[in-house]
């Protein structure tokens, strides 16, 4: 392909001759201007009103007239150069011996009252303008030489104010729709909202979450953090939990909160003396009875719901279902034995198949619809219904030595109770408890539904790393209703796919949409980050675009621009999967879209993560078997129909 220089030639020609053109067009304004600024400031500052020479009882004397004439410009000037020809001039030489001729200098109109003729001797005619300036004009010359200044000045705001009108042509005009709002603003907008609180309440403290404070109407909001590993979504949460803490303090409401902690960080940074600590492996952990959650006949089928959810990819529900129901009716025989411990619990579903459906046929026959899912002891039906029984109980083998009076349920009504609550799932186990942490968060999600309306009432449910859990029954139910009850979801996620793998990629919208603020940390996840790009909405603005012809001739040198209307994202998935350490977009109904960063600020552990609990596998391992036995039949509890 041949050389085209001569295309990049001209287009350096012609930027060349622009720039001269505006170089020469500035310079030319400059002077006009710097003569009118100065022109300007003589007459003000050193030009005066011109006085009259008026004999006096004989003696002259100097009268300022009200409506005297100033100072005329040429007068100054001729205070420094003479305009007089002939002081430079001599026609005629001077005879020898005879005095040099005084330089003469020509009265200007104005001052013919003052100096009495038209032609005076230049000394006097300098001496007559330094007496009308008072001396001023002797500090003209280093007032000029400073003045110069100006020049380079003026070169610099001309360039500068081209470049920005420059700017503001290409700019992005805003038409409708949504748009990304400046940190300040919305800064600007929560604070009023919390001034406005504060009239009604003054003992109100507002929740932080990065660099924003939140008024109540928005911190009594589901919210959603998203952002993978590293990208200061924990030291977020961190400052948040330190915030609630605070309000907690301060507040005579209820205010109690339960966090779901998968790496032991947010316990080892904000428990306190008299919070409570669940976790089956941990020495901390107190202790709990699965029929502690029982209290009414009714809460047998709720609780076994809970537990016994079927997963989404679930092909064929019977399974959970008949394992869900062959659950509960062991639990109305264990409750009619009088057996309410955990280890009750453990041996009862380790009998064998034919001894646990010979137990159920001793129970009324309302009792016995389980029975025809195990009628058949040696079926394969029998083994598969108990093989998923079996699986969801796992973590009971842990839980045999550690009974207790704790109760969730009762935490969540007893509104006196203001303890946080730390469920902790460390990694290592997590497969253990994973269906033993999604009971007990559901549970508690379903009682707080269960308590009356409340405008005070805080429950907070801080859930990180939500893919960790199970499917949760009750969790669309508590994002629709649980605000009413006072109840609270802070959730924090890697990314959107685990909640569809979940619970359905086609109720990953109706999840995303339940939250009314969205916190959004880097996203690596492509599929997630297009997402969000569709949620965080899109904008309908006039583009300008420019193009410059060029030409050998100073009249072919165009630049032209032009307008047009364009739909496009508000924000791009790359600028998700982009977004540095502890930056994040920040999405807040009615209040807009912003861009932040959250603060470094971390916080020092002041208890241990994790104590693990010693098992003592030696001991166990000399542990001799048991026979399992059938224990005598009770009489029914009162509240069995």
């Not at 001269?20 to 304004?29: A, E, S």
């Not at 092909?315 to 280890?343: H, I, M």
């Not at 030409?551 to 165009?558: K, N, Q, V, W, Y």
């Not at 807040?588 to 993560?609: K, L, Q, S, V």
């Amino acid at each position: 392909m041949p050389s085209r220089a001569y295309v990049a030639h001209d287009h350096a020609v012609s930027v060349v001759r622009m720039y001269f053109q505006m170089v020469v067009v500035g310079l030319v304004l400059a002077v006009v201007l710097y003569a009118a600024l100065m022109a300007g400031f003589l007459s003000r500052y050193v030009a005066a009103p011109i006085p009259e020479i008026r004999t006096v009882n004989g003696q002259p004397r100097l009268v300022n007239r009200p409506r005297a004439k100033r100072l005329p410009l040429i007068a100054m000037l001729k205070y420094f150069i003479s305009l007089n020809p002939k002081n430079y001039i001599r026609w005629i030489p001077n005879p020898r011996g005879s005095q040099p001729q005084t330089p003469q200098e020509r009265v200007d109109r104005e001052l013919l009252p003052f100096f009495q003729r038209e032609l005076v001797p230049r000394n006097t005619y300098r001496k007559g303008v330094r007496l009308i300036t008072h001396g001023r004009i002797d500090q003209l010359p280093w007032i000029s030489a400073s003045s110069l200044v100006f020049f380079p000045a003026f070169g610099v705001l001309y360039f500068l104010a081209f470049r920005q009108v420059n700017k503001r042509l290409s700019e992005t005009r805003f038409v409708r729709g949504a748009n990304l709002t400046p940190v300040s603003q919305m800064k600007q907008a929560l604070a009023q909202a919390i001034a406005d609180e504060k009239q009604v309440t003054p003992e109100f403290l507002p929740l932080q979450l990065g660099v924003l404070d939140l008024p109540e109407s928005v911190s009594r909001r589901h919210i959603f953090v998203a952002g993978t590993t590293g990208t200061g979504k924990s030291v977020c949460l961190n400052q948040y939990i330190r915030s609630l803490n605070r309000v907690k303090a301060a507040s005579p409401h209820v205010n109690k909160s339960v966090i779901y902690d998968v790496k032991g960080e947010f316990t080892s940074k904000h428990h306190r003396e008299g919070d409570v600590i669940f976790y089956p492996f941990d020495r901390r952990s107190i202790g709990w009875s699965f029929f502690n959650e029982v209290m009414d006949y009714p809460d047998l089928d709720v609780l076994s719901t809970s537990l016994y959810e079927a997963p989404k990819d679930c092909k064929d529900p019977y399974w959970y279902k008949a394992a869900r129901d062959v659950f509960r009716t062991g639990l109305f025989y264990l409750l009619r034995e009088g057996k309410t411990s955990n280890l009750d619990i453990w041996e009862f579903f380790s009998y064998p198949l034919q001894e646990i459906r010979d137990c159920l046929y001793t129970l009324p026959m309302r009792e016995m619809g389980a029975l025809k899912h195990i009628d058949k002891a040696d079926s394969q039906q029998a083994a598969s219904v108990v093989s998923i029984l079996q699986e969801r109980l796992t973590f009971f083998r842990y839980l045999t030595d550690r009974d207790g009076t704790f109760s969730f349920r009762q935490f969540i009504q007893n509104d006196k109770d203001k303890r946080s609550l730390f469920l902790m799932n460390i990694p290592q186990y997590e497969a253990i408890f994973q269906p033993l942490m999604t009971f007990v968060i559901d549970i508690m999600t379903r009682e707080v539904l269960s308590l009356p309306d409340s405008h005070t009432r805080r429950i907070t449910f801080l859930i990180d790393e939500f893919g960790s859990l199970a499917k949760m029954p009750s969790i669309f139910d508590f994002l629709t209703m649980g605000r009413s009850k006072g109840g609270f979801l802070v959730l924090a996620n890697q990314d959107l796919g685990s909640v569809g793998n979940i619970y359905g990629h086609d109720q990953k919208e109706t999840f995303f949409n339940n939250f009314n603020l969205h916190l959004i940390f880097r996203i690596n996840d492509p599929t997630t980050a297009d997402f969000l790009s569709k949620a965080f909405g899109e904008r309908e603005v006039v583009k300008k675009f420019s193009s410059s012809q060029m030409s050998p001739t100073d009249l072919g040198d165009r630049i032209s621009i032009s307008e047009q209307e364009k739909l496009e994202k508000i924000i791009l998935p790359t600028q998700f999967q982009a977004l540095k350490d502890f930056h994040t977009y920040l999405k807040i109904a009615n209040y807009g879209i912003t861009a932040m960063a959250t603060p470094r600020e971390f916080f020092p552990a002041i208890t241990d993560e994790f104590l693990p609990r010693d098992f003592d596998l030696q001991q166990l391992l000399k542990e001799k078997p048991a026979e399992p036995s059938v224990p005598d039949l009770p009489e029914v509890p009162e509240f069995a129909p």
